[in-house]
């Protein structure tokens, strides 16, 4: 009987089948899948992705069975369980994964179901307790989902479990057996949310040890608002029910259909509204109008669908276990095509895929069953090539439209009238050209068609048809100078200059001459210096050449054959004048502009990359006034502000581009033309560069003398780093570090990341293989810490955070307050001092004079009382003298008195008695 059953899948699988023909007149077409392997950089294997996701800051996660990994394009980094730390993940064998925000909830098989906080480091365990009805209801955690509402939902091998974050605590669904409501089965393996917010269940497990019975399982839709579920089960007796019940895969797709696959490779499609399941199972008398996969027999009790989904161009993918990874590319038709056209992705050599993830940015991620994990874009953004039968040397759009090529041995002329398009080809030797390589071809102001190469210059008149040959006569000095013939320009006074290994060449339309010039009069040898490469006529009439060999730049003037060279010792290809009338010159040492100010040409760097753009082989600027580069590495673009550089390369099909020599045009409606070895690219620069997103810049950690910091109440951090603007140290944390990503997974090995912290470095810094940047000793003060990083496809993004380092407190704004204070006292108290000490001053020269005039007049006085003792003793010694000259003047005193005043006195006595005695 098991010989039958595998004959009868061995049978099946000879058929490549489509699943999506029953989706109605689709027809496929075949699509470049192109999938990139992602590293497994840590050197650890990964042995069966189990799960993935993606978390708000934009880092990837894996579950996997030697534990859980992150990465950001860059880096990998996996977390293990350590029996010595409790915080540690539970177990290594982790089977499902889910973002919550910035933290992630990881399901084991058999441990439980952590949470961890990439902040802290640390995961937090809930473990079934047979005890606790309110504990996750089994240790098997086998999917993960947080619904559009924030509900967080998991699948265990006890049933549906919702959680409650405020609480801590889940809630139970599971089989009754008495309930038809009920949930199928309690051994849940998928879970999915439509776009009406309706959660599907998958039930059933396709291996027979994880029991359950062969009929166990089913397809469960549940009415959230009433915790029942509505069960789609396998019945044998109706066509249109599921065709098993080991339920591995649910998707609805674009026109509202879901998708369910089940075990065996089977797939059934529902008709949501309806609830009318469809089979889509093998036709042995139709095989053609197969509808299933092919199986891999000897895995037939394990083998079954993991995933289906589409990308946004409608292609669909359908993972299996054992049979790899299966791609359909529908597009509306009348004829519908079946099984051969649905295919194995071409690249995928695993066993079969387990799980699909789409990040943010459109991206595909596959994890295998072997361990590998894949990265698919399935919208590559490329830049349209066209080939031809040789290297387009040259290449031009004339003003009629005509696009013209030049190649080796061929001439290419492509005409496009009411939207048709003609080629027409022309032999350089069977059309007379004979010309061995033509390497240069233009069109005057008259509509005459100019060929140049190892053969000469050639002429030809459109309105004639006429071919006119220009070539070197040594018996003739006014022929051209040399067969040689590099590059062709017609100035502004319409006359045609000829660039050669041997100098530049005047043509006199006249006489057909030519008038010779030497830009480097001393070596005029054949291959030496003047080896014309480039001609220019700038708006203010100057004329600069190129040269090679070193020969540098010329600034030429051709009325008295004076020239100025720059840029000695540098090969030139190419000459632009952009619409600010900037020169430009494309070299073998990259690319440089003419500074008036300093009368040189300087090369030019962008500020955020330290490496130039180099070995350019095109300059031309398009309608919005961004310059483009064709370069030997691919094409670059700098922006209208010449500030910022834009690379092109292999995420616009450019990885292997050769671009040649000074071949490259802009047409009449702003398209953009760069010859290569294999031919030439086409492409409006608008199209290209539009609707591109911006990548995700994000700090994934912040370090203090290499210490994690974690946020935390008394800690610098105060909220995650992701949503942290301003970031406080104090004066002994002056020693710390940033690790940053880029996020943006079109093609990461392209990422550019560069950094700068403000008010510290002098210059934008690149970044170390660990993407961390390590700051020492940095002095208190206000910073600013820039990253900037471009995409692949050159599309750039910064992000910033401000750091404010204190200074100690002796050095603080309030301690320099005190010592202003203290400043002030000590001034106040020395003024005091010095006041009270010039006071004492002028007091001591004060009692000093005092004192000296008190001994003055104690030696005025001693002086006179000696001499009062003198006089004293002399009147002793004539006291008597003294007292009888004494006596005698006091007597003779009175008597002086009555002899004077006598007279008076007898007058008016004599008065009295006459006036009392009558006459």
Not at 778 to 802: D, L
Request: glycine letters at 8%; a neutral charge; aromatic letters at 12%.
């Amino acid at each position: 009987m098991k010989i039958n059953i595998h004959r009868k899948f061995l049978i099946k699988s000879t058929f490549a089948l489509a699943v999506f023909l029953i989706i109605g007149h689709m027809a496929l077409k075949g699509q470049e899948i192109i999938l990139n392997k992602v590293p497994s950089m840590d050197g650890e294997s990964v042995d069966f992705v189990t799960g993935i996701t993606q978390d708000a800051n934009g880092l990837m996660w894996f579950s996997t069975k030697v534990g859980l990994k992150s990465y950001d394009g860059k880096n990998m980094a996996i977390y293990k369980n350590n029996p010595f730390n409790p915080n540690s993940l539970v177990s290594n064998f982790t089977e499902s994964v889910c973002a919550d925000n910035f933290k992630i909830w990881v399901g084991t098989l058999g441990q439980g179901l952590d949470l961890f906080d990439p902040a802290s480091g640390i995961f937090t365990h809930f473990r079934h307790d047979p005890n606790d009805s309110s504990s996750i209801s089994n240790d098997t955690v086998t999917c993960i989902l947080k619904d559009r509402q924030g509900i967080l939902w998991f699948g265990t091998h006890g049933g549906l479990n919702q959680y409650d974050p405020k609480t801590k605590q889940f809630i139970h669904y599971k089989n009754e057996l008495d309930n038809p409501k009920s949930i199928s089965s309690n051994q849940v393996r998928v879970l999915y949310e439509d776009r009406e917010g309706t959660l599907w269940v998958g039930t059933g497990s396709p291996y027979a040890d994880n029991g359950g019975g062969p009929l166990a399982g089913g397809l469960n839709r549940m009415d959230k608002k009433t915790g029942t579920f509505t069960r789609f089960m396998h019945d044998p007796e109706n066509k249109n029910s599921l065709t098993n019940n080991k339920i591995g895969a649910i998707y609805e797709d674009t026109q509202g259909i879901l998708w369910i696959g089940t075990a065996r490779n089977e797939i059934c499609k529902m008709n949501i509204k309806e609830g009318i399941i469809e089979r889509l199972t093998f036709d042995p008398s139709s095989p053609v109008k197969q509808n299933s996969l092919p199986m891999n027999p000897d895995m037939f009790g394990y083998e079954h669908i993991t995933f289906i989904t589409q990308d946004n161009a409608g292609n669909y993918f359908i993972g299996t276990t054992e049979s790899g990874v299966f791609f359909a590319n529908p597009s509306l038709g009348n004829t519908p095509k079946y099984g051969k056209e649905f295919k194995s992705l071409e690249g995928f050599t695993d066993r079969g895929a387990w799980n699909f993830y789409t990040t943010r940015d459109g991206i595909f991620w596959l994890g295998s069953i072997d361990g590998n994990i894949y990265r698919i874009n399935p919208s590559p953004r490329k830049i349209p090539h066209f080939s031809t039968p040789y290297p387009a040397n040259s290449i031009f759009e004339a003003p009629n439209g005509d696009l013209w090529i030049s190649t080796e041995q061929k001439i290419i002329k492509k005409e496009t009238n009411n939207g048709i398009s003609k080629q027409s080809e022309f032999d350089v030797i069977r059309d007379k050209i004979e010309f061995e390589n033509v390497q240069i071809i233009r069109e005057d102001h008259q509509g005459n068609i100019w060929i140049g190469g190892n053969g000469g210059v050639a002429i030809w008149d459109k309105m004639s048809n006429k071919l006119l040959h220009f070539k070197n006569d040594p018996k003739n000095r006014n022929s051209l100078s040399n067969n040689s013939v590099i590059t062709i320009y017609e100035d502004k006074q319409k006359n045609i200059w000829i660039g050669t290994t041997d100098g530049i060449n005047l043509l006199n339309k006249k006489n057909g001459g030519f008038k010779k010039y030497y830009m480097n009069q001393v070596d005029t040898s054949y291959i030496g210096l003047n080896i014309i490469t480039a001609v220019l006529q700038d708006k203010g009439g100057q004329f600069w050449v190129g040269t090679w060999n070193g020969g540098g730049v010329y600034a030429f003037d051709p009325k008295n054959n004076k020239t100025k060279n720059y840029l000695s010792g540098t090969s030139i290809v190419c000459i632009y004048e952009d619409t600010e009338n900037v020169k430009w010159l494309g070299s073998n040492y990259g690319l440089f502009r003419y500074d008036p100010y300093v009368d040189n040409f300087v090369r030019y760097l962008d500020p955020f990359q330290v490496n130039g753009i180099s070995s350019v082989l095109g300059i031309i600027e398009d309608n919005e006034k961004y310059l483009w580069i064709s370069t030997n590495s691919g094409l670059a673009r700098i922006n209208p502000e010449r500030n910022e550089t834009n690379k092109l390369d292999k995420a616009y099909g450019l990885e292997n581009s050769n671009f040649s020599w000074n071949s490259y045009c802009k047409g009449r409606d702003g398209k953009l033309y760069f010859g290569d070895a294999a031919g030439y690219y086409a492409f409006n620069p608008a199209e290209v560069i539009s609707n591109t997103d911006v990548p995700e810049i994000v700090f994934t950690g912040f370090r203090l003398a290499d210490n994690i910091v974690n946020p935390g109440a008394d800690s610098p951090l105060k909220i995650d780093l992701s949503m942290t603007e301003e970031i406080n140290l104090g004066h002994d944390q002056n020693i710390f570090s940033f690790d940053y990503a880029i996020i943006d997974y079109v093609n990461p090995e392209e990422n550019q990341l560069t950094y700068f912290l403000e008010n510290y470095d002098k210059n934008w810094q690149q970044p170390n293989s660990e993407r961390r940047a390590y700051y020492f000793n940095v002095p208190p003060g206000k910073y600013t810490f820039h990253i900037r990083g471009a995409n692949s496809y050159g599309i750039w993004a910064e992000k910033k955070i401000n750091i404010i380092i204190s200074p100690p407190w002796w050095k603080s704004f309030w301690a320099y307050g005190i010592y202003g204070l203290l400043f002030l006292l000590l001034v106040f108290v020395f003024d005091r001092i010095q006041r009270n000490r010039i006071q004492l001053i002028e007091r001591q020269k004060n009692y000093k004079k005092e004192l000296a005039q008190a001994k003055e007049i104690e030696k005025a006085y001693i002086e006179l009382k000696n001499t009062q003792t003198q006089l004293i003793q002399s009147e002793k010694m004539a006291s008597l003298g003294e007292l009888t000259a004494g006596i005698a003047h006091e007597i003779q005193n009175p008597l002086n008195f009555v002899n004077n005043i006598l007279p008076s006195t007898k007058k008016k006595f004599s008065s009295m008695a006459n006036a009392l005695i009558p006459s």
